[in-house]
């Protein structure tokens, strides 16, 4: 059980880096990673 959480937090952290990284290029805009992360609202269903 806890390798599984511990491979939902990575899966959880890269789509939020990727979804920020995103934003950024389409935006032209600079975002901190850690406002994204804090912003984001990214789960996955158990």
Do not use: D, H
Not at 26 to 33: H, M, V
């Amino acid at each position: 059980m806890m390798k599984g959480l511990v491979w939902k937090s990575l899966l959880t952290l890269l789509v939020k880096r990727r979804i920020g990284m995103s934003v950024q290029q389409l935006a032209g805009i600079e975002l901190s990673t850690f406002m994204v992360a804090k912003k984001l609202k990214v789960g996955f269903i158990n």
